[in-house]
């Protein structure tokens, strides 16, 4: 675990901490040529050396290797439509690679009876229901007021980002799931008041009764989906 920990660190402060904006421009634009790749990846070499004092320089040579293999190939394909998944790509790679160190350094053994065990099927599920199907219900349920607050909205001042309702409801229905398991209803409380202190100015400045409404409705619902699942799971939990 130590192990892993300081490769992990390591890997953070040479791609995140000691990587300026700068730099990563550059490596767009030059690609291979650029000599901040270089930098980079003597900085990445910097950081695993100190943290790990001078030890296992086999997997610090294979990290080095392959993290710049990794950076090349990302640079390469990185188009404004792709960068946001390469990145994600790019990330998760450089995990495995670490996780192949450190398993070659000290092997462990992963019990997939527990990846796939009740307990944690029954947390997917929750997870997916309470961010995906959730939204769903919502909209089915809000689905005869939608065309009409739609209506009032165009005459309206701004816009709203796109799909940002739906990750707001996502992370709010999280967050309150969260909250249950770890018995902090408190939290869902200033949860609710965080919310209603924002909407507050758009709906006051809108004078709109019927989008106020639906705000109410579907934020009741949102929240009241998520506590019901999050009750429902610990109930569930306490019978395996």
Excluded at 77 to 93: A, E, G, I, M, S
Excluded at 107 to 130: A, H, M, Q
Excluded at 147 to 170: Q, V
Excluded at 198 to 209: C, P, Q
Aim: glycine fraction near 8%; aromatic fraction near 14%; include cysteine.
């Amino acid at each position: 675990m130590i192990l892993a920990l300081k490769l992990i660190l390591a890997h953070f402060i040479g791609d995140f901490v000691l990587q300026p904006a700068h730099w990563v421009e550059g490596k767009l634009q030059n690609k291979w040529r650029s000599k901040y790749l270089y930098w980079h990846i003597s900085v990445h070499l910097l950081a695993l050396l100190l943290i790990l004092q001078f030890q296992h320089l086999g997997a610090v040579a294979i990290i080095i290797v392959s993290h710049f293999l990794i950076d090349l190939g990302k640079l390469s394909l990185t188009n404004p439509k792709n960068y946001r998944w390469l990145f994600v790509v790019d990330q998760v790679l450089h995990i495995l690679v670490i996780g192949a160190m450190v398993y070659w350094i000290s092997p462990f053994e992963i019990d997939f009876s527990l990846l796939f065990g009740e307990k944690t099927l029954i947390l997917i599920t929750f997870l997916v229901f309470v961010t995906y199907v959730c939204g769903i219900l919502m909209r089915m349920l809000l689905a005869p007021y939608i065309d009409e607050i739609a209506k009032d909205d165009e005459s309206t001042e701004g816009g709203s980002l796109k799909n940002a309702g739906t990750y707001i409801g996502m992370l709010e229905r999280l967050f309150v799931f969260g909250f249950i398991l770890i018995q902090q209803w408190a939290a869902i409380g200033l949860l609710i008041a965080a919310k209603s202190v924002f909407r507050f100015g758009d709906l006051n400045k809108g004078k709109n009764r019927k989008l106020t409404e639906y705000v109410l409705i579907g934020t009741l619902l949102s929240f009241g989906f998520a506590i019901l699942s999050g009750i429902a799971y610990s109930y569930l939990t306490t019978l395996i």
